[in-house]
């Protein structure tokens, strides 16, 4: 019967949707023009997640995602692009978004693979 199991004030998506009000006002301060918001990760509970952010005005140029099957389509009417296709460092700052257990280590890997750096570059923002 505690609140925090309880009450839907501490259920995850109210966690999600306060992290998101922060994240937001972070982006906006660190994250100048031409630099441009992408996602990593295009499956639905990142969407969702993704969509809080934009709920604050956070505007995303795309997603970023390892699978054949959401490559080259549009999400949104956003792009979904392989990491190979991801727009250099000084065009692009990425959200890590994918909550599947060992994607996290993936996507850092990858990223610094190719120059950036975690927080200044990505952030890692799990959704699962």
């Known amino acids: 019967g505690r609140l925090s199991r309880t009450d839907p004030r501490y259920a995850p998506e109210a966690f999600y949707r ?5 994240l937001a006002e972070w982006l906006k301060r660190e994250v100048e023009p031409p630099r ?3 996602i990593w990760g295009a499956g639905r509970p990142t ?3 993704a969509a809080h952010l934009a709920a604050h005005g ?3 140029a795309g997603y970023v995602d390892v699978d054949a099957k959401k490559t080259g ?11 190979d296709a991801l727009p ?3 065009e ?4 890590g978004y994918v ?4 994607a996290r280590d993936l996507i850092r890997a990858a990223l610094l693979a190719t120059g950036r750096s975690e927080g200044r570059d990505f952030l890692m923002c799990a959704c699962g």
Request: proline fraction near 8%.
């Open 18 to 22: 306060l992290k998101a009000l922060w």
């Open 36 to 38: 441009r918001v992408w």
């Open 47 to 49: 969407r969702q997640r």
């Open 58 to 60: 956070v505007a995303f």
């Open 73 to 83: 389509r549009a999400v949104g009417g956003l792009p979904v692009v392989g990491p």
């Open 88 to 90: 250099p460092r000084e």
């Open 92 to 95: 692009s700052f990425v959200l």
């Open 99 to 102: 909550g599947t257990r060992g």
